[in-house]
C-alpha cells in the first residue's frame, strides 16, 4: 500500500517510523511519504493561509497548493506489495475533519484494502471548500473525524488513522492471531489478560484460567466480554435502548 500525507508539520509523523510500522516501511510493504504542503507555495512566504470571505475568525487554507499537492500525489504511481492488482488506480483522498463520519475498525479494515491513500491535514478554520470539490475528480473523497472532540489540525488524527490502518495491512503485525481477539474485532471489548505470577499483592489469577480447559475457559472469556461491553460500552451491543 502507498500512504501519502501532505502536512504543514511534516515532523509529527517522525513517530510513524518507529516500531511496527516503521519495520513495514522498511521492508516494502508499507511506502509511507511524508509530504510539506509548503512545497506547492510560490511565493516568498510560503503562504498556505489566508482570511476567510465573508467574515469570521482565523483563516482558511488557500486552495492552490492543496490543489497542486492533490494532483502530483494522485497521479503517481503505487508499487503496492502487499495488494493484489486493482482495476482503477485512482486514490482515496481523506481530509480528517471533526465535521466527518466517525473513524471505526470498520473504517480501518474497508481503507486498509486501498492500493493508494491521501491524507490531507488541514490546520486553522480549514480548507477552501473547493479542494474537495477537485479531489472528488481524482479519487474517493473521505472526510473522517477521530471522536467527537476538537483537536488543533487533523495531525494527530492521521497518526491514529495510520496505524489503525497499517497494523491490518497482511504482513505488518506479525502474528495475525493478535489482530483477531482485539476490542472492537468482533464488536465487543476485550476479555481481561494475566500472566505469572498466579498471586500477585494477595490477587489471585482466575482459577478457570489455570485449570487446562479450553472449552471452559473459551466461555468464560465471552462472558468477560459481553460483561465489560454492558458495563463500559452498552452502546455497542445490539438490544441498546439508549
Ligand atoms: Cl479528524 N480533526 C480535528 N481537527 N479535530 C478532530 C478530528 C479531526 N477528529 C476529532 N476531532
Known amino acids: 500500500m502507498r500512504i501519502d500525507v501532505v502536512s504543514i508539520f511534516p515532523s ?41 470571505y465573508g ?8 486552495p492552490e497548493p492543496w490543489g497542486l499537492a492533490l494532483d502530483q500525489l494522485a497521479a503517481e504511481p503505487t508499487r503496492a506489495a502487499s495488494v493484489p492488482e486493482r482495476v482503477e488506480g485512482r486514490p482515496t483522498i481523506i481530509f480528517p475533519s471533526p465535521a466527518g463520519e466517525v473513524f471505526r475498525q470498520s473504517t480501518a479494515r474497508e481503507l486498509a484494502d ?51 490502518i497499517g497494523r491490518l495491512i497482511p504482513g505488518v503485525v506479525g502474528n495475525p492471531e493478535s489482530l ?22 494477595d490477587r489471585e489469577v482466575p482459577p478457570i484460567l489455570l485449570s487446562g480447559n479450553h472449552g471452559a475457559i473459551a466461555a468464560w472469556r465471552r462472558e468477560q466480554q459481553i460483561e465489560r461491553t454492558r458495563r463500559r460500552r452498552p452502546d455497542l451491543l445490539p438490544d441498546d435502548e439508549g
Not at 55 to 62: D, E, L, P, S
Not at 143 to 157: H, K, M, T
Request: aromatic content about 8%; glycine content about 12%.
Open 12 to 52: 509529527y509523523f517522525d513517530g510513524l517510523t518507529l516500531s511496527l510500522l516503521g519495520k513495514a516501511r522498511d521492508s516494502g510493504i508499507l511506502d509511507l511519504n511524508v509530504h510539506d504542503l509548503r512545497d506547492w507555495t510560490g511565493d516568498r512566504h510560503r503562504t498556505v493561509d489566508d482570511t476567510p
Open 180 to 201: 483477531v481477539e482485539e476490542s472492537h474485532e468482533d464488536g465487543l471489548l476485550e476479555y481481561p489478560s494475566y500472566t505469572k505470577p498466579s498471586v500477585w499483592r
Open 55 to 62: 467574515g469570521g475568525a482565523g483563516m482558511v487554507m488557500k
Open 114 to 164: 486501498r492500493e493508494h491513500l491521501i491524507f490531507g491535514c488541514g490546520r486553522y478554520e480549514g480548507i477552501d471548500e473547493r479542494v474537495f470539490e477537485e479531489a472528488a475528480a481524482l479519487g474517493e473523497v473521505r472526510l473522517i473525524s477521530l471522536g467527537d472532540y476538537v483537536l488543533n489540525g487533523g495531525e494527530v488524527a492521521v497518526m491514529a488513522m495510520v496505524e489503525a
